[in-house]
């Protein structure tokens, strides 16, 4: 896929205030500082797309992206946060749970993972929550610029031990890199088999 166009269309706190359907979405989550605003800058070619912050917390909106004008990038916002207080912690949560599960026009939701690190207990209960709940996703190991080959392909076969064995199907896992923009075809074409599974005009 070539990405045309990317165009920030809105920021939403809840679900009843996303935007109207009509296009399908792609959703993009994981825990902050993962390298999630940099992975969406590389996707999509534009820099500043996604501002890359090394604040935690600061980006607690879903942000919709619209990509080559028919389909939608969903920024959700990370989980994880030292720095939020619980409560506002808890609302976020509360509206990214609404989103995954209440979204009508949701056509595939990527969890990523920083590749460097042991697996953190939040990543395995959000995992396990969207298995709960019935909602297929894929996987991206970002940063994998600071790995050799022989440890990410451990690392990730530990990830498939750990948190994907009882999923049927397994989900797809992604090696990705903002730096060398490794794994950028691999998760665009996703997106593409997506749109046609769905029967999205792409
Ligand atoms: P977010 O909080 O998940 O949006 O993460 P950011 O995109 O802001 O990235 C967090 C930190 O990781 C920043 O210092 C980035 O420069 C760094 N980072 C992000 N992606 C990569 C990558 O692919 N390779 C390397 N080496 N560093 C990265």
Redesign the pocket.
Known sequence: MKIQSAVFEVSSPNLELCPRLALPEFAFI?????????????LTGKMNL?????L?G??RLMNFFIINRNWRLVDLP?YGYAHVAKAERADFNEAVADYLRGRENLAGVFV?VDSRHELHAIDLDFISWLAENEIQFAVIF?????LSASQVQSSMTRFKQTALTDLSPVPTIFA?????KIGRNDILSHVTKMLKFHQYPI
């Open positions: 994981g825990r902050s500082n993962v390298g999630k605003s940099s992975l969406i800058n590389m996604a501002k890359v912050s090394d935690p600061k980006t990370g990523l970002t940063k994998i610029d600071k990705s890199s903002a730096r060398t």
